[in-house]
C-alpha cells in the first residue's frame, strides 16, 4: 500500500506563471487536506476535500489559490501567478473517512519562485 | 483550539531517554493531544495520540496529568536516527483534520 504520492518534489516557477501540485492520497483514503509550511515554521492548513467537495477552505489564501479532488485522479492545488511569497513546502495528507483518524502525509512539494 | 507551547531545542546523547513537555492551558474537554516528528524535507509522521494519562506503542509513550493542561512525550533511549523536530498538537474530534501545528521542538541527538 503505497504512501501518500506528491508530485513534482521540487517545482521551480518564474513570477506570474502558475503552479500545479498533485496529490494521490493512500489507497482507500477519501479525505484529503493541504498544508503549506514556510521554511523554519511549522504547517499551517489550507483546505480539507473530499471527493468532488470542498469542506473547508478556511486556510486558504483569498486569491489565486484554489483545490480541487475529483471524482477521478488526484487531488490539485494551484496557485495562479505566483509571487516570491508562495516559495514554500506544500504538504498533502490523507485519512480514512472515520472519525479522529491518523493523517499520513506525503513527502511535500517545494515550490520556489524566482 | 488550546494553543500549545513548548520548547525551541533540546539537546541529548544517544540511548538516553528524551521526555519532551507540552504546555496547552485551554485544551477543552473534546480535545485530543498529538505528536508528529519531521525529518528534513519530509512531511510530518504520526507517533502518538492520547486523550488522558498514559499512552504508549513501538515508538514513545505520553503521559497527560489529570487536569490535561500538559502533555509529556517521552522517547525511550535515542538514537541519532531521532533527530527530528517534534511538534505536540491540540486537535477536536469533530475537526481532527484541521491540525494547529507550532513552531515544534528541535531535538539534536549526539554520539
Known amino acids: 500500500n503505497a504512501g501518500v504520492m506528491q508530485n513534482p518534489r521540487h517545482l521551480v516557477r518564474r513570477r506570474g506563471q502558475e503552479a500545479r501540485l498533485r496529490c494521490s492520497p493512500m489507497?482507500?483514503?477519501?479525505?484529503v487536506y493541504w498544508y503549506r509550511q514556510l521554511p523554519e515554521e511549522g504547517l499551517k492548513f489550507m483546505v480539507y476535500?473530499?471527493?468532488?467537495?470542498?469542506?473547508?477552505e478556511s486556510g486558504m489564501p483569498k486569491e489565486r489559490f484554489s483545490a480541487e479532488f475529483p471524482k477521478e485522479g488526484p487531488s490539485i492545488l494551484r496557485i495562479q501567478q505566483v509571487v516570491r511569497g508562495d516559495s514554500a513546502a506544500y504538504f498533502c495528507?490523507?485519512?480514512?473517512?472515520?472519525?479522529?483518524?491518523?493523517?499520513?502525509f506525503g513527502q511535500g512539494t517545494r515550490l520556489t519562485v524566482v | 483550539l488550546a494553543k500549545t507551547t513548548q520548547p525551541i531545542s533540546m539537546d541529548s546523547y544517544e540511548g538516553q531517554e528524551v521526555n519532551i513537555t507540552c504546555s496547552h492551558n485551554?485544551?477543552?474537554?473534546?480535545?485530543?493531544i498529538t505528536w508528529y516528528q519531521q525529518f528534513p524535507s519530509q512531511g510530518p509522521r504520526f507517533i502518538i495520540q492520547?486523550?488522558?494519562t498514559k499512552v504508549t506503542n513501538e515508538v514513545a509513550s505520553l503521559f497527560i496529568p489529570a487536569d490535561r493542561k500538559s502533555s509529556t512525550l517521552s522517547l525511550p533511549r535515542v538514537s541519532l536516527s531521532d533527530t527530528a523536530v517534534y511538534y505536540c498538537?491540540?486537535?477536536?474530534?469533530?475537526?481532527?483534520?484541521?491540525?494547529?501545528f507550532g513552531s515544534g521542538t528541535r531535538l539534536l541527538v549526539r554520539p
Open positions: 495528507a490523507s485519512s480514512p473517512p472515520t472519525g479522529n483518524a491518523e493523517a499520513f
Open positions: 489507497k482507500g483514503h477519501s479525505h
Open positions: 476535500l473530499q471527493k468532488e467537495n470542498i469542506i473547508d
Open positions: 485551554n485544551i477543552a474537554t473534546n480535545d485530543y
Open positions: 492520547g486523550y488522558k
Open positions: 498538537l491540540v486537535s477536536r474530534e469533530d475537526s481532527s483534520y484541521k491540525l494547529i
